[in-house]
Structure formats: structure tokens, C-alpha cells
């Protein structure tokens, strides 16, 4: 038996030509229906992509709780598809079950991926098809699932996660030969099972595995790419209109917000209004929307009496009254000020394409900036120190990449679960307010640490158990330090750190006395920065796009002399300290 299973792994030349020469034919008829169920796996690598709830199961990690019961159903439900589409040859069968199992475990966990290995080995051995190899099949499988589970963290770790999947099961196929050898019986019978169908099996369900992953994670980046695409435009967009809001919402205000919103989204024509007139009109249709036209559209009067969105699907709705305007639909959306719905942005789409929900939430996301901006542009800018200059810059900068992703979550969770979403408008709205608020040269650390706090609050919310923080502070309760200091140093590393991870990142954000000063750090597991990229991360970019951390630095070099420290090395994480002097109570109650 030993020398048998040598001759078959390693298939020396002289046995290897016995060998093909004695099966050929049903080694080729076998391999090509293996490979023929691809159609199967296909159809399921293109299920995970597209429903949502399955695809965010996926892309947490490891499944507990009633996840894990969904991940479990679905991949044992493609181990069992593989045994009923299997091919009868010798009194067994030929089939892709353990496709479904591994695929489970590298992309479920062990839970899954056990699970998912008993529930199709149970059913192979329970129903009464494939003869003498049931029990032995059904051990194997639950052995794959195992193996699977156990090596699912170094897969999620691995580079080329399509032929680290698709090696490993091979390997699991081998294994499943080889237990086919120890268990069936008679052992004659399993000996002529595993010469005709091991070589099949093994590269046919290989395959089978590595294409699965390779599909599913190619559709996952493309999601990722066109979503990263799409807050990129929004952002251009936010950043290159704020310079304009700031002097609040007029005619020529609007025009060029407008003529900026036109260039960087796909849109046929945008207008802006306030509670009474078209304030600007560009794109598609211009020639007779005119500027300072009174509101026409009986839609977008009820935005302004309501205050929530309104979408006109149908030409009719728009109320146009020139025969052969190209206008087919709209999406309108409310620009509000302290609550208050001060006039409206419209987003058209012309000929036959409609309004789409990505339009939507692009409309409601601009809205929001634009409206936070028009409402920042009533308050009175400080001019007395750089240093508070700086901190209204640091402002702008961040209000529009926060923003957008928190109203993103925010939006996601309204239907299914409306606590945890009103909970984090909540924590938002605290956070735009302290935005909108007169900045202080100093704060309290613990100010600075609530905020910090309903930050990331938000962020968890986006991405889960990916994001995990701890906080070790022990400094005094009079400590102060310069508002906004601490945050954008964590939003970079939860920006920065999440980028390309599939494990997540975690920060520990430190805070304790040293002689006479108050070290603080911020550590990050993350992809880590080239270190000759430090210096110019310390700079401060005025017109960059990116949260400051050469503006904190910039900052601290002016109030203490040092600023920030950065230790970083590719793939290895990240550090990010500075120190303060150690206030006294009476500076602390001073500053």
C-alpha cells in the first residue's frame, strides 16, 4: 500500500505511463466534468458579490453569532449541491463537495468551516448514493472543513489569496485520497477508485477553489474601487466648492458650485435654489432654466416645506413648460442652516437615464457639506493667533472627509436598525456642532477625548469589529492641549490603517506623565508608511487632501518649540507621539 501511494503522489515516469496510458480516457472525461462544474461555482462566487447581507459577512472575518448560521447554510448548501451534481464511476462518486466546505472555511472561519464540513459529510453519508466510500467521504469532508478553518487567518494574511486557496485544496484533496485508502473497503476497490478519480479530483477541485476566490475577491476590490471612485468625486467636489460657500449661498455663489458639481459627477445639469427662485442652472436645459426664475416645480416647493428629499421620476414631475427640454428626472435635496431649509440642490439625469440611488445619496451627501459650509460662513473667523487660523483650516479639512462616510453609515443603518442610526446622529451632530463652534487655542484632554470618542463611535460602526481601540490614559485631570490634536492623528491611522487590510487595524491611544510633560502616542497596526515619506507627511499642505498632520505638527512646533514624532515601517504599523509641558492647575484653569 506504501509503495502504491508513493508511485500515485509522486507518479514516477515509468508508472505515470502505465498509468495514463490505462485511465486516460476516463481520467480526461472526469477532469473535464469537475472542471465543467465551474458553471456551479460560478454561480455562487457571483451570489456573495451581489447580496449585500452576505458580502458584509464575508468582509467582517471570521462569522459568530447568527451570521455564522447564514455563512454555515449557504457554503454546506454548495457542499451538498456538489454531491448531487457529482459523476457515479465505480460504485462512488466524482464530485466538487469539498469546493463549497474549504471555500466556508477559508472565508467563514472554523465555525463555518466545520460546520459547513459536517452538514455535507453527513449528508454524503446519509443518503444512499456512492456505495462504499460514503463513510470515508464523509470523514474527509469534515476533515477539509476543519483544515480550512484552522488555516482561514493565514489565508486572510496571504498576497495571492486565489492560489493559496486553491494549493491548499489540492493538499486537502490529497488528504481525502488517502482516507478514501485507509477507510473504504474492500481495499482492492478503493485502490481502483483512487487511481482513476485521485489526479481528476485533486486539480479539477483545485481549481474549482482558486477561481471561486479569485472571482469573489476581484468583485469585492471592483466595489471597492467604484465606491473609493465615487467619494473621491464628492470629495473633489466638497473641497473645490468650500472656497465659494463660505461666503454663503448667492447667485454667484451657486453658479460656480453648480459648474463644479457638473465637471466632477456624472450628471446631466444641476441648479441651486433658494426658498423662492432658481439661484443657478447648468447643464443640459440651460438655454431656457434661467437664473432668478420663480420655483416652478411643485416638488420643489414641498423640499422646502418638508425638509426632506423629493425624486421626480417622470418628465411631467420636472414641470417644464418648453416643449423638448431634454430634463427626464430629478433628484432634489434640501440645503438646510440650524434646521432650517433655506433652499434646495437639484441633480437632473436626461433621455432615458433616471435617477439612481447612488445619485441620491451623492445629492444628499453634497447637501450636507454644502450646508454645514453656509452655515460655517455665518460665523466669525478668528484672526489673532496663526495658531487659531490653522485650527479653522484643519477644520475645513476634515468636515468633508468625515462627514461624507459618517452620512454614508448613517444612511445604511436607517432601515435596519434605526437605534443604533439615531445614536450615531447623535454623536454626529456633537461633533458638527464642536466644528461649527468658535475653536479654543486650548481644551481639556477630556474634551478632546469625548469627541474623539463619538468619533470613532461612527467609524465602528462603518467597519465593525475591524476597528478596535484602547484607550490607556493616565494623565492628570488638568491636563490641556490644542484642540484637534489627538483626532486627525487618529483619523489617519483608521483611514490609513484600513486601507488594502483585510484583518482591520487597532489603535491604542496612550496618554501618561513623564518628568515634567505629558507624552502622548497613538500605535496602529496598520500597512505602516515608508519611512522617507516621513518628512514630507510633517510639512504642512495648505491645498492638500489629506488631514493635516503637518498642520498638528506645524501647530505644536509654534506653542511648544518640538512636534510630532512619527516611527514607521512598511507592514509593520505605526507610532505617532508628541509631548506637552505638564500644565499646573492654575495654567490649566488659565488656558
Known amino acids: 500500500m506504501t509503495d502504491l501511494l508513493v508511485n500515485w503522489i509522486w507518479i514516477g515516469y515509468p508508472y505515470s505511463e502505465r498509468y495514463i496510458m490505462h485511465f486516460d480516457n476516463q481520467i480526461i472525461i472526469l477532469l473535464r466534468s469537475l472542471v ?33 448560521v447564514i455563512l454555515i447554510l449557504y457554503f454546506s448548501s454548495i457542499g451538498i449541491l456538489g454531491t448531487y451534481t457529482g459523476i457515479p464511476i465505480m460504485g462512488a462518486l466524482a464530485n466538487a463537495r469539498v469546493v463549497g466546505v474549504f471555500i466556508g472555511g477559508l ?38 472543513g476543519i483544515i480550512a478553518g484552522v488555516i482561514s487567518s493565514r489565508f486572510r494574511n496571504s498576497q495571492n489569496k486565489w492560489l493559496f486557496a486553491a494549493l491548499w485544496g489540492g493538499l486537502a484533496e490529497v488528504i481525502q485520497m488517502i482516507l478514501i485508502l485507509i477507510i473504504a473497503r474492500p481495499f482492492s476497490d478503493a485502490v481502483s477508485l483512487v487511481q482513476v478519480i485521485g489526479l481528476p479530483m485533486i486539480i479539477g477541485n483545485a481549481i ?60 446631466s445639469a444641476v441648479s441651486f ?18 437664473p432668478l426664475a420663480p420655483l416652478m416645480t411643485q416638488l420643489t416647493k414641498e423640499v422646502i416645506h418638508k425638509g426632506s428629499y423629493q425624486i421626480a421620476k417622470e418628465k411631467h414631475e420636472i414641470n417644464c413648460s418648453v416643449k423638448g427640454c431634454p430634463l427626464s428626472s430629478a433628484v432634489i435635496v434640501p440645503l438646510k442652516v440650524r434646521g432650517e431649509t433655506i433652499g434646495t440642490l437639484k441633480l437632473y439625469r ?24 453656509i452655515e460655517a460662513s455665518e460665523l466669525q473667523r478668528q484672526t489673532e493667533l496663526l495658531s487659531t487660523a490653522e485650527l479653522r483650516a484643519l477644520h475645513s479639512q476634515i468636515q468633508p472627509h468625515f462627514l461624507f462616510n459618517s452620512l454614508t453609515t448613517i444612511t445604511s443603518l436607517i432601515r435596519t436598525t434605526p437605534e443604533k442610526a439615531r445614536e450615531l446622529l447623535v454623536k454626529l451632530s456633537e461633533l458638527l456642532r464642536r466644528s461649527l463652534r468658535k475653536p479654543a487655542i486650548q481644551i481639556p484632554l477630556s474634551e478632546e477625548l469625548y469627541y474623539i470618542r463619538s468619533y470613532l463611535e461612527i467609524e465602528k460602526a462603518r467597519f465593525g469589529e475591524k476597528l478596535q481601540v484602547d484607550f490607556e490614559v493616565n494623565a492628570p485631570r488638568e491636563t490641556t492641549l490644542p484642540a484637534l490634536t489627538l483626532q486627525p492623528i487618529i483619523e489617519n ?33 496598520g500597512t505602516g508608511i515608508d519611512p522617507s515619506m516621513i518628512p514630507e507627511i510633517l510639512k504642512s499642505h495648505k491645498d492638500g487632501d489629506s488631514i493635516g498632520l503637518g498642520n498638528v505638527n506645524e501647530r505644536l512646533e509654534y506653542l511648544y518649540g518640538s512636534g510630532l514624532t512619527i516611527e514607521s515601517s512598511h507592514g509593520e504599523g505605526t507610532q505617532v507621539s508628541f509631548s506637552i509641558p505638564l500644565a499646573t492647575p492654575a495654567e490649566a484653569a488659565a488656558g
Open 107 to 144: 472565508l467563514g472561519g472554523p465555525v463555518v468551516g466545520i460546520s459547513a464540513g459536517l452538514i455535507a459529510g453527513m449528508h454524503r453519508w446519509l443518503i444512499d448514493i456512492g456505495g462504499f466510500t460514503a463513510l470515508a467521504c464523509m470523514i474527509s469532508t469534515l476533515t477539509e
Open 273 to 290: 435654489s433658494d426658498r423662492d427662485k432658481c439661484l443657478a442652472f447648468k447643464g443640459a436645459g440651460s438655454d431656457h432654466h434661467k
Open 36 to 68: 465543467g462544474q465551474g458553471g456551479l461555482i460560478l454561480f455562487f462566487a457571483f451570489l456573495i458579490t451581489r447580496i449585500r447581507f452576505l458580502r458584509r459577512l464575508i468582509l467582517r472575518g471570521p462569522a459568530s453569532g447568527p451570521g455564522s
Open 493 to 525: 491611522c483608521v483611514k490609513h490603517g484600513m486601507k488594502g487590510s483585510i484583518k482591520g487595524v487597532h489603535i491604542i491611544i496612550k496618554a501618561e506623565v513623564r518628568e515634567a510633560q505629558v507624552y502622548f502616542s497613538v500605535n496602529d497596526n
Open 350 to 373: 436626461t433621455g432615458r437615464q433616471s435617477i439612481n440611488p447612488v445619485d441620491v445619496e451623492v445629492a444628499q451627501g453634497l447637501a450636507t457639506l454644502f450646508s454645514t459650509q
Open 208 to 267: 474549482g477553489i482558486g477561481m471561486f476566490i479569485a472571482i469573489a475577491e476581484d468583485a469585492f476590490r471592483e466595489q471597492e474601487r467604484i465606491a473609493a471612485r465615487q467619494s473621491q468625486r464628492v470629495l473633489k467636489t466638497a473641497r473645490e466648492a468650500v472656497e465659494y460657500l463660505r461666503s454663503g449661498l448667492t447667485p454667484e455663489t451657486a453658479a460656480a458650485t453648480a459648474a463644479i458639481i457638473l465637471k466632477n459627477i456624472k450628471v
